[in-house]
C-alpha cells in the first residue's frame, strides 16, 4: 500500500476526515481538533476550490493529516495536474472511474480512496479497483440527509477492511452512526456547516470530539 498519512491500526479511535474545506481557519480549526485528514474539493460544489487555493492550505497542514483532493469524472490528466499543483497526498474519487484510471494515479504515488453510494447494485469491498480506502456515502450522495446506517454493515466491507462512512453525520449522531454501521472512520462536510458550503469551526470541533471519544468498533 503507499503512503498514506496516518492511515494504519495503530490506534482503536476512528480515522476522521473533515471534507469541504475553504479556509484558514477551516483548515486550521480541523487540524486542532484532531482530524487525520482534510479535504479539498475539486468538482462542481458550492465548497469547489481551484488548485492554487489548495496548495495555500495544504502548506498549513501538519505532516501527519492527510491532504484529500476530490474529484468525480474529470479527466485523468486534469486530475493529474491538480493533484500535483495542490500538492495534495490522497485522490478522491465520486464518480465512475475504472481500475486503470485507479492504477494510473497508484503509480503516481497518491493514496487513493474511491466513494461508493450505498445501495448499489454490488456491494462494494475495499481494494477492488486498487483504492487504499473505501467510502460509503449516502444513497443520495451529497444530500446531507441521515440515512438508514445499519444496513452499512453488512453491506459493505468484511473484517478489517478500512473503510469510511459518509452522508449526514453530524456531532449529534455521529456516535449512533457508527454503533450501527461499525466503520473504521467518519467523514463529515455538510454536517459541520452552519450554510451550505461554509464551515462552522464550533461544529468541527464539536464533530471531532464526539467521533474522538467513539472507539473504533473491533475488527
Known amino acids: 500500500m503507499r503512503q498514506a498519512g496516518t492511515v494504519n491500526d495503530t490506534t482503536t479511535s476512528l480515522f476522521i476526515k473533515i471534507c469541504g474545506l475553504r479556509t484558514e481557519r477551516d483548515v486550521d480549526t480541523a487540524v486542532e481538533a484532531g482530524a487525520d485528514a482534510v479535504g479539498f474539493v475539486f ?6 476550490v481551484d488548485a492554487a487555493t489548495a496548495a495555500r492550505l495544504c502548506r498549513r497542514v501538519p505532516e501527519h493529516v492527510l491532504t484529500v483532493g476530490v474529484f468525480r469524472d474529470e479527466p485523468l490528466p486534469d486530475v493529474r495536474a491538480l493533484a500535483g499543483e495542490a500538492g495534495i497526498r490522497a485522490v478522491q474519487l465520486h464518480g465512475s472511474e475504472g481500475r486503470e484510471y485507479y492504477d494510473d494515479l497508484g503509480a503516481g504515488g497518491w493514496t487513493l480512496i474511491r466513494a461508493a453510494a450505498f445501495g ?3 456491494p462494494p469491498r475495499c481494494g477492488e479497483l486498487g483504492e487504499d480506502l473505501l467510502l460509503l456515502d449516502a444513497p ?25 462512512l459518509a452522508g449526514g453525520l453530524t456531532p449529534d449522531n455521529v456516535r449512533a452512526a457508527v454503533a450501527a454501521a461499525r466503520p473504521w472512520g467518519v467523514d463529515v462536510s455538510s454536517g459541520v456547516e452552519r450554510s451550505r458550503g461554509i464551515k462552522d469551526p464550533a461544529l468541527i470541533t ?8 467513539t472507539a473504533r468498533p473491533p475488527a
Do not use: C, H, N
Open 43 to 48: 468538482s462542481a460544489s458550492p465548497r469547489q
Open 120 to 122: 448499489e447494485a454490488a
Open 140 to 164: 443520495v450522495p451529497g444530500s446531507g440527509v441521515a440515512w438508514d446506517w445499519s444496513g452499512a454493515a453488512a453491506a459493505v466491507p468484511g473484517p478489517g477492511e478500512k473503510w469510511l
Open 206 to 213: 464539536a464533530f471531532a470530539a464526539a467521533a474522538r471519544a
